[in-house]
Protein backbone atom coordinates (compact mmCIF):
# COMPACT_ATOMS: atom_id res chain seq x y z
CA UNK A 1 0.00 0.00 0.00
CA UNK A 2 1.67 3.22 -1.32
CA UNK A 3 -0.46 5.20 1.05
CA UNK A 4 1.33 5.27 4.73
CA UNK A 5 1.73 7.74 7.24
CA UNK A 6 4.28 7.16 9.78
CA UNK A 7 4.24 8.77 13.45
CA UNK A 8 7.56 9.01 15.25
CA UNK A 9 6.40 8.41 18.84
CA UNK A 10 9.99 9.55 19.77
CA UNK A 11 8.66 9.72 23.24
CA UNK A 12 7.79 6.02 23.63
CA UNK A 13 11.38 5.58 22.96
CA UNK A 14 12.43 7.15 25.98
CA UNK A 15 14.18 5.22 28.73
CA UNK A 16 11.42 6.24 31.74
CA UNK A 17 8.33 8.13 30.64
CA UNK A 18 9.05 11.26 30.36
CA UNK A 19 5.17 13.02 32.08
CA UNK A 20 6.70 10.81 35.01
CA UNK A 21 10.20 12.59 34.72
CA UNK A 22 8.58 15.97 34.65
CA UNK A 23 6.31 15.07 37.87
CA UNK A 24 8.87 13.73 39.74
CA UNK A 25 12.83 14.90 39.19
CA UNK A 26 12.25 18.14 41.51
CA UNK A 27 11.01 16.05 44.50
CA UNK A 28 13.78 13.32 43.71
CA UNK A 29 16.37 15.98 43.21
CA UNK A 30 15.25 17.40 46.49
CA UNK A 31 15.15 14.44 48.56
CA UNK A 32 19.14 13.58 46.99
CA UNK A 33 20.53 16.36 46.65
CA UNK A 34 18.23 18.88 48.98
CA UNK A 35 17.95 20.84 46.27
CA UNK A 36 15.18 21.41 43.81
CA UNK A 37 17.27 23.30 40.99
CA UNK A 38 19.06 20.67 39.15
CA UNK A 39 15.56 18.48 39.34
CA UNK A 40 13.53 21.65 37.88
CA UNK A 41 16.37 21.30 35.05
CA UNK A 42 16.30 17.76 34.23
CA UNK A 43 12.18 18.43 34.36
CA UNK A 44 12.47 21.16 32.15
CA UNK A 45 14.62 19.47 29.29
CA UNK A 46 12.05 16.34 29.58
CA UNK A 47 9.59 18.74 28.85
CA UNK A 48 11.35 20.16 25.93
CA UNK A 49 11.47 16.77 24.22
CA UNK A 50 7.92 15.72 25.39
CA UNK A 51 6.60 18.80 23.94
CA UNK A 52 8.75 18.24 20.35
CA UNK A 53 7.91 14.87 19.91
CA UNK A 54 3.95 16.00 20.55
CA UNK A 55 4.69 18.32 17.81
CA UNK A 56 6.00 15.98 15.38
CA UNK A 57 3.51 13.39 16.06
CA UNK A 58 0.27 15.93 15.41
CA UNK A 59 2.09 17.06 12.30
CA UNK A 60 2.15 14.04 10.48
CA UNK A 61 -1.31 12.99 11.69
CA UNK A 62 -2.96 16.19 9.48
CA UNK A 63 -3.29 13.73 6.33
CA UNK A 64 -4.64 10.69 8.56
CA UNK A 65 -7.86 9.53 7.55
CA UNK A 66 -10.27 8.68 9.96
CA UNK A 67 -12.69 6.00 10.50
CA UNK A 68 -16.39 7.35 9.97
CA UNK A 69 -17.93 5.44 13.23
CA UNK A 70 -21.34 5.48 11.45
CA UNK A 71 -20.62 5.24 8.20
CA UNK A 72 -18.67 2.25 8.39
CA UNK A 73 -20.46 0.39 11.66
CA UNK A 74 -23.50 2.34 11.96
CA UNK A 75 -23.32 3.05 15.08
CA UNK A 76 -20.86 5.54 17.23
CA UNK A 77 -20.75 6.54 20.90
CA UNK A 78 -24.40 8.33 20.87
CA UNK A 79 -26.19 6.28 18.07
CA UNK A 80 -26.29 3.11 19.89
CA UNK A 81 -29.53 0.46 20.35
CA UNK A 82 -29.61 -0.94 23.49
CA UNK A 83 -29.17 -4.80 23.61
CA UNK A 84 -31.99 -6.48 25.60
CA UNK A 85 -30.44 -8.20 29.12
CA UNK A 86 -32.14 -11.57 27.45
CA UNK A 87 -29.66 -11.15 24.55
CA UNK A 88 -26.96 -10.58 27.05
CA UNK A 89 -27.60 -13.65 28.63
CA UNK A 90 -28.40 -15.61 25.95
CA UNK A 91 -25.10 -14.81 24.59
CA UNK A 92 -22.61 -15.77 27.66
CA UNK A 93 -23.13 -19.72 26.81
CA UNK A 94 -21.95 -18.67 22.96
CA UNK A 95 -18.92 -17.28 24.28
CA UNK A 96 -18.09 -19.50 26.32
CA UNK A 97 -18.59 -22.54 23.83
CA UNK A 98 -16.66 -20.33 21.31
CA UNK A 99 -13.77 -20.09 23.75
CA UNK A 100 -13.87 -23.50 24.62
CA UNK A 101 -13.22 -24.44 20.94
CA UNK A 102 -10.47 -22.81 19.80
CA UNK A 103 -9.02 -22.57 23.51
CA UNK A 104 -4.84 -22.41 23.79
CA UNK A 105 -2.80 -21.96 26.52
CA UNK A 106 -0.06 -20.31 24.77
CA UNK A 107 1.81 -17.07 25.93
CA UNK A 108 4.13 -14.81 24.18
CA UNK A 109 6.92 -12.18 25.63
CA UNK A 110 4.98 -8.94 25.71
CA UNK A 111 7.66 -7.34 23.76
CA UNK A 112 6.70 -10.17 20.74
CA UNK A 113 3.18 -9.57 21.58
CA UNK A 114 3.04 -5.76 21.38
CA UNK A 115 4.26 -6.20 17.77
CA UNK A 116 1.89 -9.18 16.72
CA UNK A 117 -0.92 -6.53 17.73
CA UNK A 118 0.38 -3.29 16.71
CA UNK A 119 0.66 -4.72 13.45
CA UNK A 120 -2.43 -6.33 12.92
CA UNK A 121 -4.28 -3.13 14.31
CA UNK A 122 -2.62 -1.22 11.30
CA UNK A 123 -3.47 -3.61 8.74
CA UNK A 124 -6.91 -3.49 10.34
CA UNK A 125 -7.55 0.04 9.87
CA UNK A 126 -5.46 0.20 7.01
CA UNK A 127 -8.28 -2.17 5.56
CA UNK A 128 -11.54 0.35 6.21
CA UNK A 129 -9.51 3.78 5.14
CA UNK A 130 -6.90 2.61 2.69
CA UNK A 131 -4.40 4.19 4.11
CA UNK A 132 -1.19 2.21 6.44
CA UNK A 133 -0.50 4.84 9.69
CA UNK A 134 2.68 3.25 11.62
CA UNK A 135 2.86 3.52 15.57
CA UNK A 136 5.73 3.09 17.66
CA UNK A 137 5.10 -0.67 19.38
CA UNK A 138 6.72 0.18 22.73
CA UNK A 139 4.85 -1.00 26.11
CA UNK A 140 5.58 0.56 29.51
CA UNK A 141 5.85 -2.15 32.52
CA UNK A 142 5.13 1.19 35.22
CA UNK A 143 3.25 4.29 34.74
CA UNK A 144 2.60 6.78 37.95
CA UNK A 145 -0.99 6.85 36.54
CA UNK A 146 -1.60 3.30 37.96
CA UNK A 147 -1.07 5.09 41.63
CA UNK A 148 -3.93 7.63 40.74
CA UNK A 149 -5.81 4.65 38.79
CA UNK A 150 -5.49 1.42 40.82
CA UNK A 151 -8.27 0.16 38.87
CA UNK A 152 -6.90 0.37 35.19
CA UNK A 153 -5.09 -1.89 33.76
CA UNK A 154 -3.06 0.58 31.31
CA UNK A 155 -2.66 3.72 30.05
CA UNK A 156 -1.96 5.74 27.01
CA UNK A 157 -0.85 9.32 27.06
CA UNK A 158 -2.54 10.27 24.17
CA UNK A 159 -0.48 13.51 23.38
CA UNK A 160 2.48 11.40 23.46
CA UNK A 161 1.47 8.14 22.87
CA UNK A 162 3.20 6.38 25.85
CA UNK A 163 1.64 3.14 26.77
CA UNK A 164 2.26 1.44 30.50
CA UNK A 165 0.55 -1.39 31.06
CA UNK A 166 0.35 -2.14 34.98
CA UNK A 167 -0.38 -6.16 35.44
CA UNK A 168 -0.29 -8.79 33.94
CA UNK A 169 -3.66 -9.96 32.51
CA UNK A 170 -2.73 -13.42 30.79
CA UNK A 171 -5.85 -14.39 28.56
CA UNK A 172 -6.91 -10.44 28.23
CA UNK A 173 -3.47 -8.99 27.73
CA UNK A 174 -3.75 -8.79 23.75
CA UNK A 175 -6.64 -6.80 23.94
CA UNK A 176 -5.34 -4.42 26.78
CA UNK A 177 -2.41 -3.64 24.67
CA UNK A 178 -4.36 -3.64 21.65
CA UNK A 179 -7.44 -0.85 23.10
CA UNK A 180 -3.85 1.42 24.31
CA UNK A 181 -2.50 0.65 20.89
CA UNK A 182 -6.12 2.41 18.92
CA UNK A 183 -5.52 5.41 21.61
CA UNK A 184 -1.86 6.21 20.15
CA UNK A 185 -3.02 5.72 16.30
CA UNK A 186 -4.84 8.94 17.42
CA UNK A 187 -8.19 7.71 18.61
CA UNK A 188 -9.24 8.85 22.02
CA UNK A 189 -12.90 7.64 22.64
CA UNK A 190 -12.86 5.12 25.12
CA UNK A 191 -15.98 3.38 22.84
CA UNK A 192 -13.74 3.71 19.74
CA UNK A 193 -10.57 1.84 21.96
CA UNK A 194 -13.01 -0.97 22.63
CA UNK A 195 -14.61 -1.41 19.49
CA UNK A 196 -11.52 -1.55 16.92
CA UNK A 197 -9.45 -3.62 19.10
CA UNK A 198 -12.09 -6.03 19.71
CA UNK A 199 -12.71 -6.46 15.88
CA UNK A 200 -8.86 -5.99 14.87
CA UNK A 201 -8.22 -8.90 17.05
CA UNK A 202 -11.74 -11.60 16.64
CA UNK A 203 -10.72 -11.20 12.65
CA UNK A 204 -7.15 -11.60 12.76
CA UNK A 205 -6.82 -15.40 12.25
CA UNK A 206 -4.78 -15.54 15.00
CA UNK A 207 -5.99 -17.62 17.79
CA UNK A 208 -4.33 -16.14 20.94
CA UNK A 209 -6.01 -12.69 19.39
CA UNK A 210 -9.18 -13.89 19.12
CA UNK A 211 -9.09 -15.63 21.97
CA UNK A 212 -8.55 -12.48 24.28
CA UNK A 213 -11.41 -10.44 22.23
CA UNK A 214 -13.70 -13.12 23.14
CA UNK A 215 -12.41 -13.04 26.84
CA UNK A 216 -13.25 -9.02 26.76
CA UNK A 217 -16.57 -9.27 25.05
CA UNK A 218 -17.59 -11.97 27.99
CA UNK A 219 -15.82 -9.96 30.77
CA UNK A 220 -17.79 -7.14 29.86
CA UNK A 221 -21.15 -8.67 29.61
CA UNK A 222 -20.67 -10.17 32.31
CA UNK A 223 -19.77 -6.58 33.98
CA UNK A 224 -22.90 -5.50 32.97
CA UNK A 225 -25.67 -8.25 34.07
CA UNK A 226 -23.69 -7.75 37.40
CA UNK A 227 -24.26 -4.28 37.79
CA UNK A 228 -20.58 -4.34 38.29
CA UNK A 229 -21.58 -5.31 42.00
CA UNK A 230 -18.73 -7.43 43.01
CA UNK A 231 -20.29 -10.54 44.04
CA UNK A 232 -23.11 -10.86 41.63
CA UNK A 233 -19.97 -10.53 38.88
CA UNK A 234 -18.53 -13.79 40.68
CA UNK A 235 -21.50 -15.62 40.70
CA UNK A 236 -22.41 -15.14 37.12
CA UNK A 237 -18.44 -16.51 36.84
CA UNK A 238 -18.96 -19.34 38.59
CA UNK A 239 -22.25 -20.31 36.65
CA UNK A 240 -20.62 -20.59 33.08
CA UNK A 241 -19.35 -23.44 33.33
CA UNK A 242 -16.21 -23.00 31.92
CA UNK A 243 -12.23 -24.26 32.07
CA UNK A 244 -11.00 -23.56 34.75
CA UNK A 245 -8.03 -21.69 33.42
CA UNK A 246 -10.98 -19.01 31.63
CA UNK A 247 -12.59 -18.98 35.04
CA UNK A 248 -9.87 -17.98 36.95
CA UNK A 249 -9.06 -15.50 35.03
CA UNK A 250 -12.33 -13.88 34.93
CA UNK A 251 -12.02 -13.93 38.76
CA UNK A 252 -8.71 -12.17 38.99
CA UNK A 253 -9.99 -8.97 36.98
CA UNK A 254 -11.96 -8.31 40.17
CA UNK A 255 -9.89 -9.49 43.22
CA UNK A 256 -11.03 -7.56 46.70
CA UNK A 257 -9.74 -4.20 46.51
CA UNK A 258 -7.21 -2.82 48.95
CA UNK A 259 -8.30 -0.35 51.23
CA UNK A 260 -5.99 1.88 49.37
CA UNK A 261 -7.80 0.47 46.16
CA UNK A 262 -10.86 0.98 47.44
CA UNK A 263 -10.91 4.48 49.00
CA UNK A 264 -8.98 5.78 45.96
CA UNK A 265 -11.06 4.11 43.13
CA UNK A 266 -14.50 5.32 44.24
CA UNK A 267 -12.84 8.74 44.00
CA UNK A 268 -11.29 8.04 41.14
CA UNK A 269 -13.90 6.77 38.90
CA UNK A 270 -16.18 9.08 39.55
CA UNK A 271 -13.84 11.68 38.79
CA UNK A 272 -12.94 9.93 35.74
CA UNK A 273 -16.35 9.04 34.91
CA UNK A 274 -17.32 12.61 34.85
CA UNK A 275 -13.84 13.68 32.20
CA UNK A 276 -15.12 11.22 30.09
CA UNK A 277 -18.78 12.77 29.37
CA UNK A 278 -17.10 16.23 29.63
CA UNK A 279 -15.53 15.39 26.32
CA UNK A 280 -18.08 14.35 24.51
CA UNK A 281 -18.33 10.40 25.50
CA UNK A 282 -20.83 8.33 27.57
CA UNK A 283 -18.59 8.27 30.78
CA UNK A 284 -17.07 4.99 32.41
CA UNK A 285 -20.27 3.08 30.84
CA UNK A 286 -18.48 2.98 27.30
CA UNK A 287 -15.87 0.09 28.28
CA UNK A 288 -18.88 -2.09 28.68
CA UNK A 289 -22.57 -0.98 28.07
CA UNK A 290 -21.39 1.10 25.52
CA UNK A 291 -19.29 -1.73 24.21
CA UNK A 292 -21.86 -4.60 23.94
CA UNK A 293 -24.28 -2.06 22.79
CA UNK A 294 -22.31 -0.95 19.56
CA UNK A 295 -21.71 -4.42 19.22
CA UNK A 296 -25.24 -5.53 18.88
CA UNK A 297 -26.09 -2.04 17.19
CA UNK A 298 -23.53 -3.45 14.26
CA UNK A 299 -24.39 -6.81 14.11
CA UNK A 300 -28.15 -5.66 13.71
CA UNK A 301 -27.56 -2.73 11.04
CA UNK A 302 -28.07 -3.66 7.16
CA UNK A 303 -26.80 -0.53 5.74
CA UNK A 304 -23.69 0.36 7.48
CA UNK A 305 -20.31 -0.35 4.99
CA UNK A 306 -18.46 -2.60 7.26
CA UNK A 307 -20.15 -6.39 7.65
CA UNK A 308 -22.50 -6.82 10.56
CA UNK A 309 -21.68 -10.99 11.04
CA UNK A 310 -18.24 -9.92 12.52
CA UNK A 311 -19.63 -8.65 15.69
CA UNK A 312 -22.08 -11.59 15.81
CA UNK A 313 -21.10 -14.66 18.01
Same mark, same amino acid.
Given at each position: =?? *??????????????????????????????????????????? /??? =?????? %????? !?? !???????????????? @????? =??????????????????????????????????????????????????? &??????? *???????????? =????? &????? %?????? #??????? &????? @? &????????????? %??????????? *??????????????? !????????????????????????????????????????????????????????????????? *????? @?????? #???? #??? /?? !????????
Amino acid at each position: =MD *DEIRIPNDATYAPISLTDLIATAPLASRILLGATLPGRVISAA /AFG =MYAGSA %VKDWL !QR !QDVRWIQFEEEFGADV @FRLDP =MPEEERRAELPRLVARLEAGWTDERRPRADLARQVNRRLTDYIASITGQRV &VTSSAVR *DFGLAQLIFPFA =MGVCD &VISGD %VALFRD #TGVFEPH &VICHE @F &VHRQGYWKELHAQ %VLSYLALVTSG *DPLLEQAALAERLHR !QLKVLSHDEHDAYHDLVEGLGAREPLTEALHQLRPPPSTYEGTVSVVMRTLYDQRLKLTGQNGIS *DYDVG @FTNFLW #TFSN #TSW /AA !QDGSIARV
